[in-house]
C-alpha cells in the first residue's frame, strides 16, 4: 500500500484511513481447497524428508560396514 498519511515523521496506521481500502479475499470455498492443497503439499514434504532421513540411514550404515 502506498503511503496515505499526511503527517510529517513516522506515519502511523490510523484506522480511519485504513478503512476505506478494499480487501479482496477468497470466499470460504476456496479458503478450504487451498488450505487442503497446503495441508497436502505439508504431507507430501514430510513423507520425502522421512525417506531422505531413511536414506541417510542406510547410507551410514553401509559407510560403518566398509571400513569395519
Do not use: C, H
Not at 515523521?9 to 490510523?14: D, F, I, K, S
Not at 531422505?52 to 553401509?62: G, H, P, Q, Y
Amino acid at each position: 500500500m502506498k503511503i496515505t498519511s499526511q503527517r510529517s515523521g513516522q506515519p502511523g496506521v490510523n484506522a480511519q484511513e485504513y478503512a476505506k481500502f478494499s480487501i479482496m479475499i477468497p470466499n470460504n470455498e476456496e479458503q478450504t481447497k487451498i488450505g487442503e492443497f497446503f495441508k497436502q503439499l505439508d504431507d507430501t514434504i514430510a513423507l520425502y524428508q522421512r525417506e531422505l532421513n531413511a536414506l541417510k540411514e542406510t547410507k551410514k550404515a553401509f559407510l560403518q560396514k566398509m571400513f569395519v
